[in-house]
């Protein structure tokens, strides 16, 4: 088994910067891939990062350039800048034995999520 325990978040002006990081804690030879989630009031889930254990990154169109993600052995870090408004969401960090499952919202572990808000 594996918790995830995130932390970061909170709240921002436009054009500002933060970071997320989350730790992987327990059996972390099963996982092949992290990646941070968001989700808006209203909206659907969206994938924003991926990091396979190969050090293959991924990003979601809307966040490309501006947001980074790096992984450390067990902790997974989103570094965000320049925010916009439209960044507010609720983060998640996410686990998989796949990348391919990681990629299509299927997920062995989940994190409890961090809000962030980005104000105008």
């Known amino acids: 088994q594996v918790q995830l325990v995130q932390s970061g978040g909170g709240l921002v002006q436009a054009g500002g910067s933060l970071t997320l990081s989350c730790v992987a804690a327990?059996?972390?030879?099963?996982?092949?891939?992290m990646g941070w989630y968001r989700q808006a009031p209203g909206k659907q889930r969206e994938l924003v990062a991926i990091f396979t254990n190969d050090g293959a990154t991924n990003y979601a169109d809307s966040v490309k350039g501006r947001f980074f993600i790096s992984r450390d052995n067990a902790r997974l870090y989103l570094q965000m800048n320049s925010l916009k408004p439209e960044d507010t969401a609720v983060y998640f960090c996410a686990a998989d034995r796949s990348s391919s499952r990681l990629r299509i919202g299927i997920h062995d572990y989940w994190g409890r999520g961090t809000q962030v808000t980005v104000s105008s």
């Open positions: 327990g059996i972390i030879s099963s996982i092949n891939a």
